[in-house]
């Protein structure tokens, strides 16, 4: 009883999901792995056991990755790829079906965070329309510079988040990774390039002071989880400084919350005693 490895059982269920892909439900090298699987699966009890070499030949016959549906071979459909084909194509059509409702994709937002943008677009919408005013498309051109740069970003930003989707995809078909590649890319953030277009120096606008709540009211206009990921600080200012005490008590109602250390406690009372 000694050497019978209750993981093999394990194994032999997933090279059997390969040959029954590979070969059908009804092949014979589908019914033997299953029936081997059954067998090690109440080894435990029976003492059964598999014969020297058989292992070893199965393994590098069978263990093997299924491939992913899209890279399946069409004459030799796999259950599960038709399944997951049936269901890709149900939900492409209830998002299509969605999308051309009317009026259900259209989110209010957050007025307090879409109104910087809001205010600069409306100041040189009306400006662009003074044309007897020598400098009627100077705010237009500025808000124009403000929002190229946030376009560049999210532009990136949906770029990254694609890339990461299809990654995410494709992780379960790939081996695991170990723990240091793991640690690097945990380093590595994917956003890193976002950031950096995002916080680019926006030149040539005067008119315009609050140029870092306009870009952070458009970003949340364009996407609302693209702003929170790359602004998120300015964001929570400007909700802060709308609120109705405003953001010094608001910081203070925080700053109370902390917690005193102890250790700091008793260092504090040895300095305040008086001397024996």
């Keep these: 009883m000694s050497d019978i490895d209750d993981s093999k059982f394990e194994l032999y269920s997933n090279w059997q ?92 937002g957050d007025k307090v965070l879409l109104q910087p943008y809001n205010l600069a677009a409306g100041r040189a919408l009306k400006l662009c329309d003074q044309l007897e005013n020598p400098g009627h498309l100077t705010l237009c051109e500025e808000l124009e510079s403000i929002r190229g740069c946030v376009d560049k970003a999210h532009e990136a930003y949906k770029s990254v988040m694609t890339k990461l989707a299809q990654e995410s995809e494709s992780a379960s078909s790939k081996k695991k990774t170990t723990s ?52 998120f600080r300015e964001l929570c200012t400007m909700k802060t400084k709308a609120s109705l005490y405003g953001i010094a008590p608001t910081i203070r109602s925080f700053d ?15 300095l305040s005693a008086p001397d024996a």
Excluded at 64 to 76: L, Q, T, W, Y
Aim: proline share 5%; glycine share 4%; charged share 30%.
């Design 256 to 270: 109370e919350a902390k917690t005193i250390p102890s250790t700091y406690v008793r260092a504090v009372t040895r």
């Design 180 to 231: 240091r590649s793991k640690k690097m890319q945990r380093k590595l953030d994917p956003l890193a390039h976002v950031y950096e277009l995002y916080n680019c120096q926006v030149e040539d606008v005067f008119f315009f002071q609050n140029v870092d709540e306009i870009k952070a009211s458009y970003a949340y206009q364009l996407k609302p989880r693209f702003a929170f990921d790359v602004t």
């Design 17 to 108: 999901e390969y040959a029954i892909w590979k070969h059908g439900y009804e092949d014979p090298r589908s019914e033997r792995l299953a029936y081997i699987f059954n067998a090690l699966l109440d080894s435990n009890k029976t003492g059964d056991h598999l014969k020297p070499g058989i292992f070893e030949q199965d393994q590098k016959q069978f263990s093997k990755p299924i491939p992913e549906f899209r890279m399946s071979d069409v004459e030799k459909p796999y259950i599960f790829h038709t399944l997951q084909r049936a269901g890709k194509a149900a939900g492409d059509e209830l998002l299509r079906e969605y999308d051309e409702l009317e009026g259900v994709t259209q989110i209010a």
